[in-house]
């Protein structure tokens, strides 16, 4: 929103706000300074092999099904010989800096998000620069070069301080780069192994971007200690709980959306208030600001497809509740799923009939027509990419995003400038973070220069025989190396 132009939004007396009038306050009615500030273009690196997940179910003796439709996976991106994060991390900027026509002194910033980290002490953004120094024979020693730690959710916090260095100018001229690099591996014969994959994402961030703007102005957060997936010293695969691992990624994006509700309505309704000071007098339950209700898309991270439409449950359930909507879903699915709003997430945890009730009105909720329609229009086209690379941690939330943009500008008129997107990101450990963008002024030739279909085509299928050959030989140099 310009200076001096006046709000639109329409604020009922109990304190709502109109659907349709709050939509566009949520990314143009941010202070003008963070009109110009988000991702210019991105890169994927993905690995040049793959195994499919049938594959791997008729080597554990379990139905194809219960991994390709269950999980959501169909291919998982393997690392060969010659690949690891690194190479997907420079290989991912390299592209990005070619096809941009970047100059090493452009560049003011690396920040590297990763869980995949080969070195406790040394940053992966010090073994990145190498590479492309070896590569352009250009020197980068100039960069400030970091890494960032918050398993999955590093990456977005990595893109939202780079935004706020160029937003306080400390970039001085110069833009920067985040890249987002992982290999999700986990033990053969483990629960996580349908769930495995690799591949990068990086980022160049910018004022005046061509492809999203981002608005960090209004954010949910939700921080707290949690043993569901963690990764002691020396260890090459994770330790995971997974089902408190699946229930805390969904309280978790939860209280971070509402959170980020919040300040979405706090913020309108104090300049609604400067502005005209006026509150209107029609009372429309029907029109209360519900927030999947004034994103066009729902980017989640995805670590699998399933995941997604249990948060979108979760998150449409709590909105929804004591809404006329609410109770035409419940008069369809027949009864009124579990309520627990107001309880921690270990009290809710701790009780295995509530656990048992929720699961099981998440799925019922499913099969509602108004859930399928928003399911299907606003997180579904995200998660193609996901389906055939698997998980990919601080990667796959711009994964998720590419594969949305791929599939949607495939479609004529889908796409439009200012289009919202609610970004809803997840770390183990635990932490989530709910931020919003919009699609910018040029994001055509941005989004056809993805070339995430082409990349996916181009991949070489890796026998099952081989995955397990090649798995037990690393695992071995790793167990030899920590001395088991």
């Excluded at 991106?77 to 592209?95: C, K, M, P, R």
């Excluded at 229930?247 to 208030?273: E, G, H, T």
Aim: net charge neutral; charged share 30%; with cysteine.
């Amino acid at each position: 929103m310009k200076s001096g132009q006046k709000s639109e939004i329409s604020v009922c007396e109990n304190g709502t706000f109109s659907r349709d009038k709050i939509k566009d306050f949520v990314v143009s009615q941010k202070p003008s300074v963070f009109e110009d500030v988000g991702i210019d273009d991105l890169a994927i690196c993905v690995p040049k092999r793959y195994i499919e997940t049938g594959d791997l179910a008729d080597l554990r003796g379990v139905p194809r099904e219960k991994f390709t439709d269950g999980i959501g996976i169909r291919k998982m991106g393997i690392f060969t010989e010659d690949e690891d994060v690194i190479t997907v991390a420079s290989d991912a900027i390299l592209e990005l800096i070619n096809k941009n026509n970047l100059d090493a002194r452009d560049i003011g910033r690396l920040y590297a998000a990763t869980e995949s980290s080969i070195d406790e002490s040394k940053p992966l953004v010090c073994f990145v620069i190498k590479k492309l120094e070896e590569n352009l024979g250009v020197e980068f020693n100039h960069v400030q070069g970091l890494e960032n730690k918050f398993a999955c959710l590093g990456g977005s916090y990595s893109l939202f301080d780079t935004c706020n260095w160029v937003l306080s100018k400390m970039n001085k001229d110069k833009v920067g780069i985040v890249v987002c690099a992982d290999e999700a591996k986990y033990d053969l014969n483990s629960s996580g192994e349908p769930t495995q994959g690799a591949g990068a994402v990086a980022m160049l961030i910018k004022d005046n971007p061509r492809l999203l703007n981002l608005d960090f102005t209004n954010t949910g957060v939700f921080t707290q200690d949690s043993y569901d997936f963690y990764r002691p010293f020396g260890k090459s695969t994770p330790i995971v709980n997974g089902e408190l691992s699946t229930f805390s990624y969904l309280y978790a994006m939860r209280v971070a959306f509402d959170r980020y509700v919040k300040n979405v309505r706090k913020n309108a309704l104090s300049r609604k208030k400067e502005e005209e000071n006026a509150l209107s007098r029609k009372k429309e339950e029907e029109n209360r600001y519900v927030l999947t209700d004034i994103f066009d898309y729902l980017v989640f991270h995805t670590p699998y497809p399933k995941i997604t439409k249990h948060a979108l449950a979760f998150l449409l359930r709590h909105e929804l509740r004591g809404t006329d909507r609410w109770k035409r879903i419940c008069e369809e699915i027949g009864d009124e799923p579990i309520y627990m709003d107001g309880k921690t997430l270990e009290s809710v945890f701790s009780d295995k009939k509530t656990m048992a009730g929720d699961y099981l009105s998440r799925k019922k909720l499913f099969g509602s027509e108004e859930f399928k329609n928003i399911y299907e229009r606003k997180v579904l086209p995200s998660q193609w990419a996901i389906s055939e690379i698997g998980n990919t941690y601080t990667a796959s939330i711009f994964i998720s995003l590419a594969s949305m943009l791929t599939l949607e500008g495939e479609k004529t008129g889908y796409l439009q400038e200012g289009k919202k997107i609610g970004f809803g990101a997840y770390g183990s450990g635990s932490g989530s973070l709910v931020f919003s963008g919009a699609l910018s002024h040029d994001y055509k030739p941005v989004v056809k220069g993805i070339r995430l279909r082409e990349k996916l085509n181009t991949r070489e299928k890796l026998l099952i025989e081989e995955y397990v050959e090649r798995r037990l030989s690393t695992d071995h140099r790793s167990h030899a190396a920590i001395g088991e």
